[in-house]
């Protein structure tokens, strides 16, 4: 079936540093990819997408490339903020009834 | 508006009550979703409605009764729950179900079984 892998956290970067957490999958076919993010005591937030390989997301400097090569969707930002400290969840989505599978999620502490 | 609001925002009950958490949004959205976040853990579906029917039941107890009264509105009834159902309850909607439809989670009700 359908799965996602994502780096083990947490993640601990100083203001202003470059994150990247990966991100891989398993699927048949060409499913979308999303990247949710999680502060803390909320709901999920679609934090950007791509429905198709090469398609890049982006949103609030975050951006991710769907490569269907390597199969990979990692998550990028030049200059991380305190503010960005949360969750990260990638997930995909295939055809049909297919519901969102989750990666298990990037937690990410940034400190002043 | 992409709003999906959730009420109560927190929630304590016995094993034995009977209490309902609601969902609702003003999107136009056809699809809606119920999920249960653990601690730590990604969100598990539990059920999903697509045109106010349902169409997906992720094996989820009996002691968990979903309702979709209209297109906008979302409920869980919960009846004689057990302490491990303690966790944050997550309701989605997206335009349509299908792959390219992104979702949009709610604040969530976190439920305290005791």
């Known amino acids: 079936g359908d799965s996602v892998t994502q780096m083990e956290g947490p993640v601990t970067l100083s203001e202003e540093a470059f994150l990247t957490i990966n991100c891989t999958y398993t699927a048949t076919g060409y499913p979308s990819l999303f990247w949710y993010v999680q502060y803390p005591g909320e709901g999920l937030q679609l934090l950007l997408k791509?429905?198709?390989?090469?398609d890049k997301g982006s949103n609030k400097g975050f951006e991710a490339t769907y490569r269907k090569e390597t199969t990979s969707f990692h998550l990028e930002k030049g200059s991380v903020q305190v503010s960005d400290s949360a969750v990260y969840f990638c997930?995909?989505?295939?055809?049909?009834?297919?519901?969102?599978?989750f990666g298990k999620g990037t937690r990410l502490s940034v400190i002043a | 508006d992409t709003e999906v609001t959730q009420t109560p925002k927190h929630l304590v009950m016995g094993m034995t009550n009977k209490k309902s958490l609601k969902c609702e949004q003003h999107m136009g959205h056809r699809a809606m979703y119920w999920y249960k976040q653990k601690a730590k853990k990604p969100p598990e579906l539990m059920f999903v409605y697509s045109y106010e029917k349902l169409s997906i039941n992720e094996s989820v107890p009996s002691r968990f009764s979903p309702e979709c009264p209209n297109s906008s509105l979302l409920n869980l009834h919960l009846h004689a729950l057990q302490p491990e159902d303690s966790a944050l309850y997550l309701c989605a909607s997206s335009q349509d179900h299908g792959r390219n439809y992104e979702q949009y989670f709610g604040p969530g009700t976190r439920l305290t079984v005791t």
């Open positions: 997930a995909l989505s295939h055809s049909g009834n297919t519901p969102l599978v």
């Open positions: 791509a429905t198709k390989a090469d």
